[in-house]
């Protein structure tokens, strides 16, 4: 199973900016698909995460700012975030849990980071 995430990049602040990041891996279904930050020097932290059933929770930081939606049938996970600060600045990862393939099953599969970057 692999996660692709893209769409960082450079964005002034109250920009916004539009996270994507496909599942690959003959897959059958995804628990949980959901994104991290990690500002240097800080630890990995939640944003946002989206059930099978289309739950979501956000992290009290980005609240009314960020909005997490999932295409099933994609296996994507969007991030969208508005109103975006400096301290949204991090490398933001997707991540995806209770993976069932065809091979198999994977409890938590991460994918590589994609930077954010939000300049005053």
């Known amino acids: 199973v692999q996660l692709q995430a893209s769409g960082g990049g450079l964005v002034q602040a109250g920009g916004s900016l539009r996270l994507s990041c496909v599942a690959s891996?003959?897959?059958?279904?995804?628990?949980?698909m959901g994104w991290y930050r990690q500002a240097p020097g800080k630890q990995r932290e939640s944003v946002a995460n989206?059930?099978?059933?289309?739950?979501?929770n956000y992290a009290d930081s980005v609240k009314g700012r960020v909005t997490i939606s999932r295409d099933h049938a994609k296996n994507t996970v969007y991030l969208q975030m508005n109103s975006l600060k400096p301290e949204d600045t991090a490398a933001y990862y997707c991540?995806?849990?209770?993976?069932?393939?065809?091979?198999?099953?994977?409890?938590?599969?991460w994918g590589q980071g994609t930077q954010v970057t939000v300049s005053s």
């Open positions: 989206c059930s099978n059933y289309d739950n979501v």
């Open positions: 991540n995806a849990r209770g993976v069932l393939t065809r091979a198999g099953y994977k409890d938590d599969v």
């Open positions: 891996g003959r897959i059958l279904s995804i628990n949980l």
